[in-house]
């Protein structure tokens, strides 16, 4: 098909995401995506919900990638056409192989929320750290899925990437060179910025920690600093929201003395829940050892809300120390405490930094986000 500088694309997205808005990742590509459509291209999206192959849960994210190279291929012999396929980078080696053997087939774009070799080099050198037993088991099977995206990564036309350590991490090791590489970013929808702006009171000890409630996200960390803050403000709370994990789970990790003033939220399923939960905190902790480009950061951010992250990923990209929030060394539980109760006791460094987030976020939209993608799509079909 041929396809001019200034014609509209026929798109197919694909992720082994459930098919909704209320995931970051599936709202981050349907956000996108409707800008892309806005635009006035064609996008068609291949997700979870699509997935029909029986296979043990175990071992779904080593063989989703094939089935999904298979559905892609199926597809197209049954007349669908695109111009342009995006694929997640951990399914992306099925497809790759399938245009691998026909050229002529769609050009494929590898979609990173987080390169894989990164996140598992991340994992290992945490859990050094914290003296976490990492079994050959988990090795094993992590070495794996990398070793599967590494792949699918080399058989891409483009790589649309999350963060710049991304972007310099497969320029400088050979995996693609900079031409081919294009960093994107998350977005916020406009409902959140004219909320944010609306907020003239908010409840200075709020502490609110948005996320699955995983090793990854710095859980080990938030507990203790957490808690100590809790212990030394008695008017301070947590909200654990989000995290897909029932209270009974959750309360247990904390001292019997601070629990009742933690929350779970284990579920938010509407724009107007989560910015009435930004609404009810002044602090947002977000201390990761590996992300792509957190879409609860630029939603806090576009909220008003104070930032305590770790100085990697997407977070160093949008955050400046002491400007638009505050950075805490990755797996550091004391600096995090530390840090916290500076926010805690410091009402208008609070504010300060939650304003200089603010006027970050309002960069962030999503018809940019769409634009950076539409812009890696047009280099693809310039090169091919």
């Not at 296979?55 to 080593?62: G, K, N, S």
Request: proline letters at 5%; glycine letters at 8%; charged letters at 20%.
């Amino acid at each position: 098909m041929s396809v001019t500088e200034s014609s509209p694309l026929r798109i197919l997205r694909v992720a082994d995401v459930p098919d909704n808005r209320h995931g970051g990742m599936s709202r981050t590509m349907y956000c996108t995506g409707d800008c892309l459509i806005a635009r006035g291209h064609h996008v068609d999206y291949l997700f979870h919900d699509s997935f029909r192959w029986k296979i043990p849960v175990q071992i779904q994210r080593y063989l989703r990638a094939w089935e999904a190279g298979s559905i892609i291929k199926r597809r197209i012999a049954g007349g669908d056409t695109w111009d342009v396929i995006e694929v997640h980078e951990p399914l992306s080696i099925g497809y790759g192989c399938v245009r691998r053997r026909n050229p002529r087939l769609p050009p494929m774009v590898a979609f990173s929320y987080g390169i894989e070799s990164r996140s598992y080099d991340a994992m290992r050198s945490y859990r050094r750290l914290k003296g976490i037993p990492f079994s050959l088991k988990s090795r094993t099977t992590s070495r794996a899925l990398v070793w599967q995206a590494r792949l699918g990564v080399g058989l891409s036309s483009h790589v649309i990437c999350s963060n710049q350590q991304d972007v310099d991490y497969l320029a400088t090791n050979g995996h693609m060179p900079r031409s081919k590489l294009t960093r994107h970013h998350s977005g916020v929808e406009r409902v959140f910025l004219e909320a944010g702006a609306s907020i003239h009171e908010r409840p200075m000890k709020g502490i609110l920690f948005m996320g699955n409630w995983i090793e990854r996200k710095g859980i080990l960390d938030v507990i203790p600093a957490v808690t100590a803050a809790l212990g030394k403000y008695p008017d301070a709370y947590l909200t654990v929201a989000g995290c897909n994990c029932p209270a009974e789970v959750i309360l247990p990790s904390f001292p019997e003395s601070v629990r009742r003033r933690v929350r779970v939220i284990p579920h938010i399923s509407d724009l107007a829940g989560l910015i009435r939960v930004y609404q009810d905190h002044a602090v947002m902790l977000l201390p990761s050892y590996f992300e792509g480009h957190p879409l609860v950061m630029v939603e806090a951010a576009a909220m008003g809300l104070a930032i305590i992250t770790t100085p990697v990923c997407g977070m160093l990209d949008f955050i400046e120390d002491d400007v638009s929030g505050l950075f805490s060394p990755v797996g550091d539980s004391v600096r995090l405490s530390q840090t916290l109760e500076r926010l805690l006791s410091d009402h208008d460094k609070a504010v300060r930094l939650g304003q200089g987030a603010r006027v970050v976020a309002m960069s962030h939209t999503w018809d940019s986000a769409a634009a950076k993608i539409e812009r890696a799509y047009r280099s693809v079909l310039k090169d091919n």
